[in-house]
């Protein structure tokens, strides 16, 4: 039975990018699998997606050349999948990854697969055609592990039970206590850790690569917030990340957005894929930095990042998921300028503050990417003109230099719109309202939560990805968990009874799919998914918040909104369960942490019940309080809202606490009064 490349017509922009290869790839499903315990091959899984730069340069080294694809189609059956279209697939195997070399993984992901368990006995990431930097060529690779398991069975067999059982074990978490008042100080721990972690030269943390890791940064924010001993180390550390980052060659401060991560220490050489995610995340923690630490750098990153968005991702039905790393003629071309175009793209005057900005008379190189050699306002002060002023030139002459990156070939787009990804852009898009005013962002926020629900809720179900044919990829738990937490921090902004309404699916849907009611904690994959090797629970957050800790937080704030006590008691198990984790590696959990800290903690929520007059009253307490409550103002012609609001008078107020509610207030004076109470630290806090 010989096997022919299955992706041709298929729709999925990854699957196409190797619809051509002399590989048989084959789609994973049911009938590939049960087709290579058949043939008794084993499984090539070759995991990636669209912009990934490594992803392309194996492509083009090895899966378009005849001789390896000769090989492939011999003794494996090959499968391609696209990560961000099954992201559990991708995590399982990543884990694999893990536990077989002792590392994190990466894309492309190579993985082996036995033909009968599918349990993975050779996992590795990106193989080159020919020896490179201690790599092992793919198809002397390939020859290895055609002999390893035709020839030798009883070490193929204990490899592959070692790693089923290893599988098995990884969400065999031990008992321990739940959490107590002493844990709060995990959260000092993680922060302590972090600072230890940090580049005090560069900014960010570790080395090369070097990746944003917004939750590590929202993590000294909250400290900032919290006034503890290393407030002012964090505050230190995260001005001088969030002004590097934005300074240098990752934020693209032409056209706007940030690119996936730098392969170097000083944030100089990106990889140039844009990835919807990354981006989301960084509006709302540059808008949330802005907000709370009124610096107008942080605010301005953020409104042109949403900004480059909504005008490079948008589709009819949403965002599409990422820029490719490559563009028309070659990997970042398009990015690059020479110092010729831009003195004839622009002015002397502004050619003069460009060249104190980025240093372009220094620059070695004939073309190069533009990143500062100095702050604005210092750029500014050696040309001797006013901060407007230099603010005015930059504005203008970066349209021009973006007129010129548009007549270049530019990267591709892929137009796969994400459940969970668009999630996280209307929570940062609320982020952006409440932190920086900005109306049109709840609007924009609203808009995408409809275009979300019209084309990914059917059935009572959610979908991770919908296809122009109709064909819909199950949700899996980050789905689930992004959208309930984005609703929620629209409610915040702006009620909507169609958004209150779609929460409650969506807590339901959490419990009713994806909960585990013997352990606690929620699985990534819903009960009724396809049989896998492995039913990952994830805890950690990665580049994204992690599944459980996303789930945890929502709950127990749409529990404490709603006064449903399965919400809070799911959250509450949930935090329980990852008890352990959190303890050995805190800095690893922001988002379990936040969670941890409210199921201990619950912070007061605060009802409205009015038009114009509670307006100002929400928009005092926001100003006030910030993030230390949860204000939501329901107008009067709602008709599906929290019980609580039912007994309520025309234009007062409530102060919630965990499941007990206080009179009501009729006046801004006397709620805030009540509010102050309730704040004041307890003796376990204060220690």
Known sequence: MSLRNELQGQENRYLQQHAQDPVAWQLWSPETLEAARRLDKPILLSIGYSACHWCQVMQKESFSDPEIA?????????????????PDLDDIFQTAHQLLNGQPGGWPLTVFLCPKSHVPF?????????????RIPLEDLLYRVTHFYREQHKEF????DQMGKSFKALNDLPETDPPELADLYLLHEATRRLLEQADTEHGGFGGAPKFVLPFNLFR???????????????????????????ASAVHDAIDGGFFRYAADAAWEQPHFEKMLFDNAIVIGLYAAAGGRLKDPLYTYVARQTLRWLRRALAVPNGFGASLDSSTGDGDGSAYRYTRM???????????????????????????????????PEEAAHRVGIAIEDATRLF????????????????????????????????????QVSRFLGDAPAIQQAQQLMDQIVARHWFNK?????????????????????????????????????????????????????????LLGGFFF???????????PKPFADTMTPSGNGAAALALIRFGHLTAEPRYVDAASATVSHAMPLLRRQPEAHFTLLQAMREVLLPKPVVLMLGDAPMVQWAQTLQAKYQDQIYVYRVPLASEFHPPEVMVMDENTAVICEADLCQDGHESLESLMQALDRALLPTPVEEA
Not at 70 to 86: A, G, T
Not at 157 to 160: A, F, H, S, Y
């Open 157 to 160: 067999q204990n490899l592959r």
């Open 395 to 430: 504005d203008s002459a970066r349209e021009k230099l973006r007129v010129l990156r548009y007549q270049k070939p530019l990267a591709d787009r892929d137009e796969k719109v994400i459940c969970s990804w668009n999630a996280l852009l209307c929570k940062s898009m609320a």
């Open 122 to 134: 050779v996992v590795g990431t990106y193989f080159p055609r020919e020896p490179s930097h201690g």
């Open 525 to 535: 994959v819903a009960n009724d998914h396809e049989p896998l090797p492995f039913k």
């Open 70 to 86: 000769q090989q492939l189609n011999e003794h494996f059956v090959s499968i391609k999948v696209d990560k961000e279209e099954r």
């Open 220 to 246: 000294l924010l909250e400290t900032v917030s919290e006034a503890s001993e290393l407030a002012g180390p964090a505050e230190i550390h995260l001005r001088l990340t969030l002004d590097r980052i934005a």
């Open 461 to 517: 179900r959610l979908f991770s990805v919908v296809k122009k044919s109709g064909e819909r990829t199950p949700a899996f738990l980050d789905d689930y968990a992004f959208m309930l937490l984005a609703l929620l921090d629209m409610l915040r902004i702006q009620w909507r009874d169609s958004d209150y309404h779609m929460a409650r699916n969506m807590a339901e849907g959490l419990l009713n799919h994806f909960y585990d009611p």
């Open 341 to 375: 175009e831009i003195k004839a793209a622009v002015t002397e005057e502004e050619y003069t503050f460009l060249n104190e900005l980025y240093g372009l008379e220094r620059k070695l190189n004939d073309d190069f990417l533009l990143h500062c050699a100095r702050s």
